[in-house]
């Protein structure tokens, strides 16, 4: 089966661990964050052949599971490895609408899952080695037993609705023009609700009601699994956290600013209220 046809939303089985054995394999290569691509062709892994005779010495492999039946492995490479011909190290962020949706998420969970190896190789309580478990997708310290597993960063985003404006906000951290939903990371002992109620509250001092949970996307930079609500406004006016936001306003959907992107959830909200508004169904 050659990727360009494979279906990943149907093809591909997250798993921990191989086979015991396998005739067909593909191979996501990363190094220092960045990811093997074949020049002048459109994104795919590398095939068994192509790894084997790449030339370049693996430092650790790791089953990310199947598509089709194909085990798909995210092998690190030592980061001063130089490219080889033919090939260019790319970052992830370039994939971002250069790939199909479920192509992008599974190099990012290639990069995440190295990553978190290659920063958990020692361990945080002790100082002693860790080791692969066995039985799931987490290392071990064998000196004192603490169990270490793949860093997720929940966040919450959040689009602010009353009747047909919606508020966004531009971020004060970015020098991109571009106005977003409202986003913050989940805290220690919050539920996401609460998370969301004090992250609106910090960043533009109103208060919402209403919260409706809408979907959810993993965001690999570096690994934050985000969870969008809708909220509608309650009360309060717009008083922004001058370190963290450079402007948010109220705007009418017909006259939007320059939006989110399509390729994130903050832009999924946005077009969902639209539609929904357009509708008559808000
Ligand atoms: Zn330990």
């Given at each position: 089966?050659?990727w360009?046809?494979?279906?990943?939303?149907?093809?591909?089985?997250?798993?921990?661990?191989?086979?015991?054995?396998?005739?067909?394999?593909f191979?996501?290569?990363?190094?220092?964050?960045?990811?093997?691509?074949?020049?002048?062709?459109?994104?795919?892994?590398?095939?068994q052949?192509?790894?084997?005779?790449?030339?370049?010495?693996?430092?650790?492999?790791?089953?990310?599971?199947?598509?089709?039946?194909?085990?798909?492995?995210?092998?690190?490479v030592?980061?001063?490895?130089?490219?080889?011909?033919?090939?260019?190290?790319?970052?992830?962020?370039?994939?971002l609408?250069q790939?199909?949706?479920?192509?992008?998420?599974?190099?990012?969970?290639?990069?995440?899952?190295?990553?978190?190896?290659?920063?958990h190789?020692?361990?945080?309580?002790?100082?002693?080695?860790?080791?692969?478990?066995?039985?799931?997708?987490?290392?071990?310290?064998?000196?004192?037993?603490?169990?270490?597993?793949?860093?997720?960063?929940?966040s919450?985003i959040?689009?602010?609705?009353?009747?047909?404006?919606?508020?966004?906000?531009?971020?004060?951290?970015?020098?991109?023009?571009?106005?977003?939903?409202?986003?913050?990371f989940?805290?220690?002992?919050?539920?996401?609700?609460?998370?969301?109620?004090?992250?609106?509250?910090?960043?533009?001092?109103?208060?919402?009601?209403?919260?409706?949970?809408?979907?959810?996307?993993?965001?690999?930079?570096?690994?934050?699994?985000?969870?969008?609500?809708?909220?509608?406004?309650?009360?309060?006016?717009?008083?922004?956290?001058?370190?963290?936001?450079?402007?948010?306003?109220?705007?009418?959907?017909?006259?939007?600013?320059?939006?989110?992107?399509?390729?994130?959830?903050?832009?999924?909200?946005?077009?969902?209220?639209?539609?929904?508004?357009?509708?008559?169904?808000?």
């Amino acid at each position: 089966m050659d990727w360009e046809y494979i279906d990943f939303v149907r093809e591909f089985n997250p798993g921990n661990f191989p086979p015991a054995s396998w005739e067909k394999s593909f191979h996501i290569v990363i190094s220092d964050g960045e990811i093997l691509s074949i020049d002048g062709a459109p994104w795919r892994p590398l095939n068994q052949d192509e790894w084997q005779w790449l030339g370049i010495e693996g430092k650790s492999s790791h089953y990310l599971g199947d598509v089709a039946g194909i085990p798909v492995f995210a092998e690190e490479v030592h980061s001063e490895s130089d490219e080889p011909a033919g090939h260019a190290f790319d970052t992830l962020w370039s994939f971002l609408g250069q790939v199909d949706e479920p192509v992008f998420y599974l190099v990012g969970r290639a990069k995440q899952i190295v990553e978190w190896h290659r920063t958990h190789r020692f361990c945080g309580e002790c100082g002693q080695e860790t080791v692969l478990s066995d039985s799931d997708r987490s290392r071990k310290c064998l000196a004192c037993g603490h169990m270490y597993y793949p860093k997720l960063s929940p966040s919450i985003i959040v689009l602010i609705t009353k009747g047909e404006e919606v508020l966004l906000a531009k971020n004060a951290n970015t020098r991109a023009n571009f106005y977003s939903t409202l986003a913050g990371f989940v805290e220690p002992g919050e539920s996401i609700e609460e998370t969301v109620h004090r992250e609106v509250m910090e960043e533009v001092g109103i208060k919402v009601k209403n919260l409706k949970y809408y979907n959810s996307q993993s965001w690999p930079f570096p690994n934050s699994l985000m969870l969008g609500f809708h909220a509608e406004y309650d009360s309060g006016e717009i008083v922004i956290q001058e370190e963290e936001i450079a402007d948010a306003q109220w705007f009418h959907y017909k006259n939007m600013p320059n939006k989110p992107a399509m390729i994130s959830i903050s832009g999924w909200l946005v077009d969902d209220y639209i539609k929904r508004l357009e509708a008559g169904k808000v």
